[in-house]
């Protein structure tokens, strides 16, 4: 889907059942609704972005004091997940026939 709004800022505090953005499916648009109550360190998607399920689209604090120290905090690329190896091919039987 796509982030289509934000409704709180870096700083900013929400409780539960507060709506903290706005997203938009293939069949509707949805209020994203939080759980429980935090302070928004970083938002790291911005308004108008794809998101994929999984995607983290923001860091929550305790504190406003550890707002700061999220700043040039970037998320790091999640490796894409791989096949498992094939089997090794079975060893001939070195045993009486």
Excluded: C
Excluded at 22 to 36: H, I, R
Excluded at 73 to 97: R, Y
């Amino acid at each position: 889907g796509r982030l289509t709004s934000w409704k709180v800022a870096a700083g900013g505090s929400f409780s539960a059942g507060d709506v903290i953005a706005e997203l938009e499916t293939d069949k509707a648009t949805v209020d994203f609704e939080v759980q429980d109550e935090g302070i928004v360190g970083k938002l790291l998607i911005s308004e108008g972005a794809e998101v994929s399920v999984g995607t983290p689209i923001m860091v929550v604090v305790e504190d406003a004091a550890d707002v700061g120290a999220f700043e040039n905090f970037v998320v790091e690329s999640q490796p894409e997940p791989q096949a498992p190896a094939a089997p090794p091919p079975p060893t001939p039987s070195t045993g009486p026939a």
